[in-house]
């Protein structure tokens, strides 16, 4: 399985900027797509973006449109999120996935966790 290790993460007031990174290990790192996700306390984990690994076509929770962006470095093995005009609600543990193979369900399908980043936006 490919490890996945998150980093970025820390405090923001709301209107600022992060920008969190997901380093994967092996030489042989090549999934269908990579996401970002995040759960707040009490919460359930919720999608927030992915990207497909081949031909960077990205997908946006509703939440974050225009505010987020999500990009690759292929060569790297390194996704990334940069987190713009943040907002109390974006509050949270933040973590990257894979996903092996193509599923008609955008936000499923996500396995190889990381250990998660954690995000906090002050009013």
């Known amino acids: 399985q490919v490890q996945l290790v998150e980093s970025g993460g820390g405090l923001v007031q709301a209107g600022g900027s992060l920008r969190l990174s997901c380093k994967a290990s092996?030489?042989?790192?090549?999934?269908?797509?990579m996401g970002w996700f995040h759960q707040a306390p009490g919460k359930e984990r919720e999608f927030v973006a992915a990207i497909t690994w081949s031909s960077g076509r990205t997908d946006y929770a509703d939440s974050v449109k225009g505010r987020f962006t999500i990009s690759r470095d292929n060569a790297k093995n390194t996704l990334y999120l940069q987190m713009n005009s943040l907002k109390p609600e974006d509050t949270a543990v933040y973590y990257c996935?894979?996903?092996?193979?193509?599923?008609?369900?955008?936000?499923?399908?996500?396995?190889?966790w990381g250990q998660g980043t954690q995000v906090a936006v002050s009013s």
């Open positions: 092996g030489r042989t790192f090549s999934p269908y797509a």
């Open positions: 996935a894979a996903k092996p193979y193509y599923t008609s369900n955008y936000a499923g399908g996500y396995y190889s």
